[in-house]
């Protein structure tokens, strides 16, 4: 079993900054950020795996960046140059091995609101 807890979401306006930060309760595999717009799917905004591999969804290139502490169990993402379109709620996961099912099973936190507005 793994908690996840985001924190750092906000009200921002337009250019401004946010730093999100999502706490393990113990040493997981891969982590990503999700986030959900209303009326929209969720989708992925960058996944980071445990060796500081990185992924983004073309939309934020250039303007997130997410980053992890192995030592502290913990994830960041740091987004710079907010638009109105990045405003959702931002979930993180994170994956980890059970070897009752031989698979990795996906643990989600509760989830932060990012609100990009002036």
């Known amino acids: 079993q793994v908690q996840l807890v985001e924190s750092g979401g906000g009200l921002v306006q337009p250019g401004g900054s946010l730093r999100l930060s999502c706490a393990a309760s113990r040493s997981v595999g891969a982590m990503g950020w999700y986030r959900q717009a209303p009326g929209k799917q969720r989708e992925m905004v960058a996944s980071i795996s445990s060796g500081g591999g990185t992924t983004y969804v073309d939309s934020v290139k250039g303007r997130f960046t997410v980053s992890r502490d192995n030592a502290k169990n913990t994830m960041y993402l740091e987004m710079n140059s907010l638009k109105p379109e990045d405003t959702a709620v931002y979930f993180c996961?994170?994956?980890?091995?059970?070897?009752?099912?031989?698979?990795?099973?996906?643990?989600w936190g509760q989830g932060t609101q990012v609100t990009v507005s002036s």
């Open positions: 996961s994170a994956g980890l091995y059970d070897p009752r099912i031989s698979r990795s099973r996906t643990y």
